[in-house]
Nanobody, 127 residues
Framework: VQLQASGGGLVQAGGSLRLSCLAS????????MAWFRQAPGKEREFVGT????????YVSDSVKGRFTISRDDAKNMMYLQMNSLKAEDTAVYYC?????????????????????WGQGTLVTVSS
């Protein structure tokens, strides 16, 4: 599986952006995909995840009520709709996918669960 994230940019606080993640290759072997983010000088943190079997989603408390994860199986796309953006949402956002090798390694909110990562897309929120 290869992942390509896009859609980042500069937005004012309170605005919206939609990130996209295009998956190519043997996507059928993945159980879950996720979004993580890494702000300057900070560790990479979990944002949200979506089950590729059930479509169920889960997002972190820091973005709950503002961010939504969805997918379009026909296009092999995963999306992160970000509303009511805050300055603290500024970060490089990464999409990730797990594999049969990693599905029992960690939970869906942990970095170790995912062994395929996109290149990241920068989101900058101005206050």
């Amino acid at each position: 599986v290869q992942l390509q994230a896009s859609g980042g940019g500069l937005v004012q606080a309170g605005g919206s952006l939609r990130l996209s993640c295009l998956a190519s290759g043997r996507t059928s072997t993945s159980n879950a995909m996720a979004w993580f983010r890494q702000a300057p000088g900070k560790e990479r943190e979990f944002v949200g995840t979506i089950s590729l079997s059930s479509g169920s989603t889960y997002v972190s408390d820091s973005v709950k009520g503002r961010f939504t994860i969805s997918r379009d199986d026909a296009k092999n796309m995963m999306y992160l709709q970000m509303n009511s953006l805050k300055a603290e949402d500024t970060a490089v956002y990464y999409c990730a996918a797990d594999s049969p090798r990693t599905v029992f390694r960690a939970t869906v909110v942990e970095i170790a669960r995912y062994d395929t990562w996109g290149q990241g897309t920068l989101v900058t929120v101005s206050s």
